[in-house]
T-cell receptor, first 111, second 112 residues
């Protein structure tokens, strides 16, 4: 069974800093990997989807990379803002039909 | 507006009671999912459906049931057999099982 790990569990940074969130998975036979944002008590908002054939995806200040062979993905956030404060989750779709989620990284951007 | 709606936002269950959580989408998506979220455990899949009148169990289906009679609707029933139902329940949909998942706002279930 796929295991997805996100480290660190929590991160605090000053406004304006660039940061990297990490996601690792145990089974490299994946179809895609998706990064989500979750605000407290809310549903998940999709940020980026990387297909297994891709190395990275970019949207605005966000850049996600995928290294299937090492079982890792990173989410890079440039010039962080207080509005970026949220929990960030990664999810991996394997050969079955379900996503496996990490437990998330809680990000706080300090003004 | 296209999207996924879940109701109610909060739901209270008494001992021995079955309760049903609603999930509706107007995105014309074929696939729909139900997840349970507990603090510190991430999301776990309860059931998913790839097409009308078909659904499969996820990792934690025991104590839950679903139906998919219409493309836009995928209700989840939490039965009395689910002994620890307190959690945040999230519904999602996608145009296919390989595509981006879109989530509803969630329902928080509490036990009285």
């Amino acid at each position: 069974k796929q295991e997805v790990t996100q480290i660190p569990a929590a991160l605090s940074v000053p406004e304006g800093e660039n940061l990297v969130l990490n996601c690792s998975f145990t089974d490299s036979a994946i179809y895609n990997l998706q990064w989500f944002r979750q605000d407290p008590g809310k549903g998940l908002t999709s940020l980026l989807l990387i297909q297994s054939s891709q190395r990275e995806q970019t949207s605005g200040r966000l850049n996600a990379s995928l290294d299937k062979s090492s079982g890792r993905s990173t989410l890079y956030i440039a010039a962080s803002q207080p509005g970026d404060s949220a929990t960030y989750l990664c999810a991996v779709k394997g050969t079955g039909n379900q996503f496996y989620f990490g437990t998330g990284t809680s990000l706080t951007v300090i003004p | 507006d296209g999207g996924i709606t879940q109701s109610p936002k909060y739901l209270f269950r008494k001992e021995g009671q079955n309760v049903t959580l609603s999930c509706e989408q107007n995105l014309n998506h074929d696939a729909m999912y139900w997840y349970r979220q507990d603090p510190g455990q991430g999301l776990r899949l309860i059931y998913y459906s790839q097409i009308v009148n078909d659904f499969q169990k996820g990792d934690i289906a025991e104590g839950y049931s679903v139906s998919r009679e219409k493309k836009e609707s995928f209700p989840l029933t939490v039965t009395s057999a689910q002994k620890n139902p307190t959690a945040f329940y999230l519904c999602a949909s996608s145009s296919g099982t390989q595509e981006t998942q879109y989530f509803g706002p969630g329902t928080r279930l509490l036990v009285l």
